[in-house]
């Protein structure tokens, strides 16, 4: 084997290793993630806990591809002027991520994938022309997006937004929990906490 041969052999076992330590790290985050998570989180128990979080976590990596791959969010528009704009898994924002909508996505690339579901929740399903996502709880989850690229979003909990303003990130994603009401935070699910 020749030195050139050697040279490529061990770039391309360096790149597998990198791959691998990415996913390990993002599995790692995730589980570190879910057991922080205090168990009496929401009054159904913590087995819905799990389920919406690892949807969370999947919204969040659908999102993070599609701005790597077009360097700008699903839902961008020029007109856009805030710093932080909140969405939900209704619509347009939705069927870009799963490669429906050819005016946002014209590759047709999916960026994420939901269980469908018959019913109005827990999983993907049809209202009309729109594509929806909903928690276990038939609730939309609610997409932030850093529109201004300075790494923070407005922390949206009344909570917590004194002592932490901006939450850290590009992309939060949050479930309004069991009670279904997005201002109520005792019981919502976020991806930042």
Not at 24 to 46: F, K, Q, Y
Not at 64 to 73: D, K, P, V
Not at 81 to 102: N, Q
Not at 150 to 158: C, E, M, S, V
Request: proline share 5%.
């Amino acid at each position: 084997m020749s030195e050139s041969n050697r040279r490529v052999s061990r770039m391309a076992g360096c790149v597998r290793l990198g791959v691998l330590s990415a996913v390990l790290g993002l599995l790692t985050s995730l589980v570190a993630d879910l057991m922080r998570e205090p168990i009496n989180l929401c009054r159904d128990g913590p087995s819905h806990v799990w389920p919406t979080r690892g949807r969370i976590q999947s919204l969040l990596i659908g999102l993070n591809a599609f701005y790597e791959h077009r360097s700008r969010w699903p839902a961008w528009n020029d007109s856009l002027d805030k710093r932080t704009m909140e969405f939900t898994t209704r619509g347009s924002i939705l069927a870009t991520l799963l490669g429906k909508d050819a005016s946002t996505n014209p590759e047709g690339i999916e960026f994420s994938w939901f269980r469908p579901t018959r019913t109005s929740k827990d999983g993907l399903w049809r209202h009309g022309d729109d594509w929806v996502l909903s928690d276990l709880w038939g609730n939309e989850y609610r997409i932030l997006l850093d529109l201004d690229d300075d790494g923070k979003i407005t922390n949206p909990d009344p909570l917590t937004a004194k002592e932490l303003p901006d939450i850290a990130a590009a992309v939060a994603v949050y479930s309004s929990g069991p009670d279904g009401n997005a201002a109520t935070w005792e019981d919502n699910i976020r991806s930042w906490r």
